[in-house]
T-cell receptor
Framework: GAVVSQHPSRVICKSGTSVKIECRSLDFQATTMFWYRQFPKQSLMLMATSNEGSKATYEQGVEKDKFLINHASLTLSTLTVTSAHPEDSSFYIC????????????????FGNGTRLTVT | LAKTTQPISMDSYEGQEVNITCSHNNIATNDYITWYQQFPSQGPRFIIQGYKTKVTNEVASLFIPADRKSSTLSLPRVSLSDTAVYYCLVGPADSGYALNFGKGTSLLVTP
């Protein structure tokens, strides 16, 4: 089945620094990827939609200048948390659909294993 | 996107069948129903997806009535490792659409 891979799985950084999280679709090409954030004991919240070759679309309340998204190829999207602060500590998860599966009306979102960001 | 309502939590003993029902009264014609399982500190894992009637795979069954305003995930003979949060999501099966997660159902399986 389709696999989405994230790296790193966990990262600790100091307040004020930037952190880059990579999301790769391993066996399919994804023109669109989605980034979610999950705080402890809460559900996933959609942050933004990453579009290959164009600007990302951000959900209301998500700062586009703080959470930079780059989708430079059909298999890679990156999320950079700039000038991270402790309140940005969270679990970040990316996802994508396999376009081949879409054509067969069986196209679930496939999720990466997430990145645990801790800002000290 | 259609809003979903699930029980916040459920408890079960090992070996029992667990049925988790999700309400989605404003489901649209082109919406599919998808269920995910999430363990702590892991991304959600796809369980099953359906549009109408019944769908079965190697891990679960999904029952969808004719009006599609609800759905029931059935987990046969649960084990301790099925302890997780289960999410019901409703939306189009299209590459451009994300899915919005509700609060999910926290299932606890005990011996």
């Amino acid at each position: 089945g389709a696999v989405v891979s994230q790296h790193p799985s966990r990262v600790i950084c100091k307040s004020g620094t930037s952190v880059k999280i990579e999301c790769r679709s391993l066996d399919f090409q994804a023109t669109t990827m989605f980034w979610y954030r999950q705080f402890p004991k809460q559900s996933l919240m959609l942050m933004a939609t990453s579009n290959e070759g164009s600007k990302a679309t951000y959900e209301q309340g998500v700062e586009k200048d703080k959470f930079l998204i780059n989708h430079a190829s059909l298999t890679l999207s990156t999320l950079t948390v700039t000038s991270a602060h402790p309140e940005d500590s969270s679990f970040y998860i990316c996802s994508a659909r396999d376009p081949v599966q879409i054509s067969s009306y069986n196209s679930p979102l496939h999720f990466g294993n997430g990145t645990r960001l801790t800002v000290t | 996107l259609a809003k979903t309502t699930q029980p916040i939590s459920m408890d079960s003993y090992e070996g029992q069948e667990v049925n988790i029902t999700c309400s989605h009264n404003n489901i649209a014609t082109n919406d599919y129903i998808t269920w995910y399982q999430q363990f702590p500190s892991q991304g959600p894992r796809f369980i099953i997806q359906g549009y109408k009637t019944k769908v079965t795979n190697e891990v679960a069954s999904l029952f969808i009535p004719a009006d599609r305003k609800s759905s029931t995930l059935s987990l046969p003979r649960v084990s301790l490792s099925d302890t997780a949060v289960y999410y019901c999501l409703v939306g189009p099966a299209d590459s451009g659409y994300a899915l919005n997660f509700g609060k999910g159902t926290s299932l606890l399986v005990t011996p």
